[in-house]
Structure formats: structure tokens, C-alpha cells
């Protein structure tokens, strides 16, 4: 584990300087925002926290802009986002006195990359779960395609694998192969994530190109299962900014199931796969729900859950 915790300890001050902007140019560009109560975002995702809401149109210094998630504004759709300096966040570029999806001659924010993140062991997860390791020998089969994942969903820090790992231990123990014990369903929870229900069957196959509605059994196969968790993870739900902050109540919200017990439970092994990654458990950790999330998510599509953490009357 010391090894772990030294790697750790590097990310950690490296993390620091993760999300700041490496490259700001001399003169920032002055747009004026186009909406009241626009939302300004820790990141260019829709999900990402709100850090400020801007009244009303104002003027805006924009230094860099970064790709993230789309938002249409009548007939114009853009995935671009502008970094306020002055606001310390991202506004859509869709909410900016410009008819361009992406703003002409303003510059990408660059970050410093992540640093390495090593593949995650057998050792590593008995050492987080403990007892919930029930078959070990299957773990440790698919641990190279789980680890594939992680990195394919840029699950490379310890606070995104703590969250992703401590999810997977209590939807499926790592077993890539398991099926949702007296769940006779057609669509009913295979693999890593436990995939249910025809609208995730439907669109998870389509993302692979694979017909998972006629072949379901293929989500619990060595080959699907661990990217059909990534998809969940990144294009069902877009759940890295929650573990991020530190929120397992909204990764549990993502996962989909009715709040209860089971976030504590959840909320517990994340803290369990921290410690073991960093040598400590941080402050700030939210193991509970708001009322917005307190039900079950596991049927709405991605807009209507990042719906949820809107603000009434915001916008962005």
C-alpha cells in the first residue's frame, strides 16, 4: 500500500494545479452574456456544480474555451464554453452575444496533464472491500479490461476510482460475469453496473454497435461488460464531476435507485478505496441526497436527470 500512497500523495499536489489554466492570454476577449440567471459552472458540463448566477446580461472577460457538453439555444447548438476569469467558471458559448458555436480567435484552455495512474490490482481491491471480494480468481480475470475502462473514461485520479470501484463492488462484487440474483427480466441487471431496462440496453448497443436488445447476455460477457460500464459512466450519466466533489450522493443518484440505506453503504467502501489510494479520508465528503435526487433516476435519459441539479428559472 505505501507505494500507493506516495503515488497518491504526488497526484494529490499535482491535482492542485490540474484545473487551472496553464496558458492565459495577455488580453482577454469581452462578450456579453444573452440570458438572466445564467448558471456559471466549476466545468463545462451540465452536471458540473454551479459556482455563481449572473442576473442578468452582463459583460464578460473570456480567456480560453474549453469542448464539454452540448446546449442548443433556438437554432444554434454548440459543445463550446467560455472560461470567466473574473467568475472562477464556465459559461455556455450558446449564452454569448455571438452567432459562432465556438468563439473566433479566443484560445483553448490547456491544463496540466493528469499524472500516471497505475492499473489497479486484485491486492488493491481486497485491500478496499475486503469480504465483498467474494471470487477472486474471477476478479482478477477481468481486471485488465476494468482497468481498460478506467482509463477510457478518464477515470484517473483517486477520488474517480474510489467512486467508480466502490460502485462496481456493490452492483456486481467486480464480477464481470454476474447477473442480478432472482432477476428474471429480459432486460434485467447483467454485468459490472448491473445494465437494466430496454432504454439502456437499446442505446448502450447502438453506442458499441451491437444488438444488445436481442443479445443481453452479451452485457455480463469479458468483452462488453466493463465498456458498457464506462458508457454508463461517461454517456448515460456523466458521473467524474460528482466524484470530483466528492459527492456520492449524486453517484448514487446517476447509478439509479430510490435513496435509502444503501448510500451510506455505498458512501462507506468510497471512503474505504480513498483512504486505502491517499493514506486519508478528506473532508467534505456527501453521502446523502437532496430532495431533487431522492428518487429513482434509473429511467431518465441523461438531459432530465442533469435537469435535476438545475436551479429553478437558470439557465446553462
Request: aromatic share 8%; glycine share 8%; proline share 6%.
Amino acid at each position: 500500500m505505501l507505494h500507493r500512497v506516495l503515488r497518491a500523495a504526488l497526484a494529490i499536489a499535482l491535482a492542485g494545479t490540474a484545473g487551472l489554466i496553464a496558458a492565459t492570454p495577455a488580453h482577454a476577449a469581452t462578450y456579453q452574456t444573452t440570458a438572466s440567471a445564467l448558471n456559471i459552472r466549476s466545468d463545462a458540463y451540465l452536471s458540473a456544480s454551479v459556482v455563481k448566477v449572473l442576473s442578468g446580461p452582463t459583460p464578460v472577460e473570456v480567456d480560453c474555451q474549453k469542448a464539454g457538453d452540448s446546449v442548443t439555444v433556438g437554432s444554434r447548438t454548440t459543445t463550446w464554453w467560455a472560461h470567466l476569469p473574473a467568475h472562477n467558471g464556465y459559461a455556455t458559448v450558446a449564452y454569448l452575444n455571438t452567432p459562432e458555436t465556438k468563439l473566433p480567435g479566443v484560445p483553448e484552455c490547456t491544463v496540466n496533464p493528469d499524472p500516471p495512474i497505475e492499473d489497479i490490482t486484485l491486492a488493491d481491491v481486497q485491500a478496499m472491500f475486503g469480504s465483498r471480494i467474494a471470487n477472486p480468481s474471477l476478479v482478477q480475470t477481468g481486471l485488465p479490461s476494468l482497468n481498460q475502462a478506467m482509463r477510457d473514461a478518464q477515470i484517473n485520479t483517486p477520488r474517480r476510482q474510489a467512486a467508480f470501484l466502490a460502485t462496481l463492488v456493490h452492483e456486481s462484487r467486480l464480477e464481470y460475469n454476474i447477473r442480478e440474483i432472482g432477476d428474471t427480466r429480459k432486460y434485467g441487471g447483467r454485468g459490472y453496473i448491473q445494465l437494466t431496462g430496454d432504454f439502456n440496453y437499446g442505446p448502450a448497443g447502438k453506442y458499441f454497435g451491437i444488438d444488445l436488445l436481442n443479445n443481453p447476455d452479451l452485457a455480463m460477457s469479458l468483452q462488453w461488460s466493463a465498456p458498457i460500464a464506462r458508457w454508463y459512466w461517461t454517456v448515460a450519466r456523466n458521473i467524474n464531476p460528482f466524484a470530483d466533489q466528492l459527492n456520492m450522493g449524486k453517484v448514487n443518484a446517476a447509478i439509479g435507485y430510490p435513496a435509502g440505506a444503501e448510500d451510506q453503504r455505498r458512501c462507506d467502501s468510497f471512503k474505504n478505496a480513498l483512504r486505502y489510494l491517499t493514506g486519508s479520508v478528506p473532508s467534505g465528503i456527501v453521502c446523502t441526497r437532496s430532495k431533487a435526487y431522492s428518487g429513482d433516476t434509473s429511467e431518465l435519459t441523461r438531459a432530465e436527470f442533469d435537469a435535476l441539479g438545475k436551479a429553478p428559472g437558470t439557465v446553462g
